[in-house]
């Protein structure tokens, strides 16, 4: 006989050997290993770590393992949500989730089983991170390695993460108002706020009992020992300059104790609830509930604005005709994958339209600062489906039977995407370059690597959260980084030098290689 816990490692084996099996895990992992050498710079530089007061805090083994464990706890709180938000979804197209049904598997073992599973999944993206740290201690640390130090900071900042985001996805995806876009966008508001919202209540002096539940990375507990020992609030952690003429500063290490052990362990309570959510909604591959799952979710926002807007986008409709008799070339096939956009997505052509108007309206540093990002978030939207689409509606046999769109696919929606993009950007360009002609500039080279990112992640990953995943961290990111030149790709401070620009117009190009060799390879399989 089976036992229950037998069945759950069972479902947590099938999941991890599926995620390990795809490149996109591979790739995670190197990336997020490679994105610890930007985050840990040379002192040499100008730039350290960690800095309280603006002095530098010593490359000790605690000081290291918290300023990476804090960035690991933010990218996988973020990323990986996207990453593992498809559990339901790919055993319904694999017709495994079917069988699962008929076996003695109960919903909530399955439910536990998708959990750890997810949550296995990122710990060891954790892993990749925390010895990637090491490494960088060992080349630009000051003091001796200590391993443990590492191991139970990143299980203080990052295991809660981990957790919420593991249980977020599975609940999202299990209501099918939240199950698509409209989710997607849901968790990045919900995010920002979780992180933004306990740091508020600090800095105005409140801190009441329930805020250590919503602190996901713990960084609380952290501003509350640099006050009481440093005097200060006034620290940062990441990739900052320093002020070398101060002395540097010892950081000892988190603040170990059972009150604090108490507070770390009460952010599993919100996970737990929502666990108990996915489990209350999970339809268990019923035919019946999925079908009306779908139709619930296709009554989501988006999809309902969408419908509302149809009427409004009828003046696309004699375009469509016009471009009807040179749909066998190359730049009819363009822009007809451009009109189906717009008349796919109703909200894409409106929003042109309405910043386009407001882009008229306002001077060049608000552009710059206010509607330029709100603008990118509208894009990331716009884009994310554009190649997915197709092979979730079954079209790709048929596109590749047009002439020339089977080799050059990945170019073909590449320039489709890139019209997408002048259309949002074109007037906020030109405004740019009477005024800032550097931040236009990165606006360009930004749009280039937006859409291009876009094309290379969803040809790689056949779903859209990669791409809204990425870029909304490094939309984010951006931000919140203003002195930071490396993350402004577009224009948002206009403070990227030529090189930065450069190496994101490389990038740019470096996707759509990625892209084209990926589909290649995808093209000799068939």
């Not at 800095?203 to 507990?221: A, K």
């Not at 016009?322 to 066998?328: E, F, K, P, V």
């Not at 320039?415 to 259309?423: D, E, G, N, Y």
Request: net charge positive; hydrophobic share 55%; proline share 5%.
């Amino acid at each position: 006989m089976t036992l229950p816990f037998e069945r759950i490692a069972a479902i947590v084996r099938t999941e991890l050997r599926f995620r390990f099996r795809r490149n996109t895990a591979i790739v995670t992992l190197l990336v997020v290993a490679a994105s610890v050498y930007l985050i840990v710079p040379d002192i040499g530089s100008g730039r350290t770590l960690m800095q309280i007061e603006g002095g530098r805090v010593l490359y000790n083994s605690a000081a290291v393992a918290l300023g990476t464990g804090m960035f690991c706890a933010l990218f996988l709180s973020l990323a990986g949500f996207y990453l593992v938000s498809n559990s339901f979804r790919r055993d319904i197209l694999a017709r495994t989730g079917f069988i699962i049904a008929a076996t003695p598997v109960s919903d909530a073992e399955y439910i536990i089983g998708k959990f750890l599973g997810n949550a296995v999944y990122l710990a060891a993206i954790m892993l990749a991170c925390m010895t990637s740290a090491m490494v960088m201690f060992l080349i630009r640390g000051e003091g001796a390695l200590e391993p443990f130090t590492f191991l139970f900071t990143y299980g203080w900042s990052v295991v809660p993460a981990i957790a919420f985001c593991s249980s977020a996805a599975l609940a999202f995806e299990a209501l099918p108002v939240l199950a698509g876009r409209l989710g997607d966008l849901l968790y990045f508001g919900l995010w920002g706020a979780m992180l933004g919202f306990p740091i508020a209540l600090f800095v105005g002096q409140s801190r009441p009992e329930w805020l250590s539940m919503i602190d996901i990375v713990g960084i609380i507990p952290v501003l509350v020992q640099v006050r009481d020992r440093f005097h200060s609030t006034s620290m940062s952690i990441g990739s900052s300059p320093y002020d070398a003429s101060l002395p540097p500063v010892l950081y000892a290490g988190l603040p170990w104790s059972w009150g604090i052990i108490g507070e770390r362990f009460s952010t599993l309570i919100l996970p737990a609830a929502l666990i108990m959510v996915a489990r209350q909604w999970f339809h268990r591959f019923n035919p019946a509930r999925i079908k009306s799952s779908a139709r619930h979710g296709s009554r989501n926002v988006f999809v309902r604005t969408n419908a509302l807007l149809k009427p409004v986008t009828r003046f696309i409709d004699p375009l469509a005709s016009m471009i009807a008799g040179s749909r066998a070339s190359f730049s009819g096939a363009v822009s007809a994958d451009i009109l189906a956009t717009l008349r796919l997505t109703p909200l894409t052509t409106i929003s042109i339209v309405v910043f386009a108007i407001v882009s008229l309206s306002v001077d060049s540093t608000s552009l710059r600062e206010g509607v330029l990002p709100a603008l990118f978030l509208a894009l990331i939207l716009a884009l994310a489906d554009g190649t997915p689409r197709d092979r979730s509606a079954g079209m790709m046999g048929l596109i590749f039977s047009a002439p020339n769109l089977r080799a050059n696919y990945v170019l073909w929606k590449f320039t489709s995407a890139l019209c997408v993009t002048i259309c949002f950007m074109f007037i906020p360009a030109v405004r740019l370059f009477f005024a800032a002609p550097s931040a236009a500039m990165s606006l360009a080279i930004g749009s280039l690597f937006t859409a291009s990112a876009a094309v290379t992640l969803g040809v790689l990953s056949g779903s859209q959260k990669a791409f809204i995943a990425v870029f909304l961290m490094l939309l984010y990111v951006s931000l919140n980084s203003s002195n930071f030149p490396a993350f402004d790709f577009a224009g948002f401070h206009a403070r990227a030098t030529a090189g930065i620009q450069l190496a994101y117009a490389v990038l740019a190009a470096l996707f759509l290689l990625a892209g084209h060799l990926r589909h290649r390879a995808s093209l000799k399989k068939l």
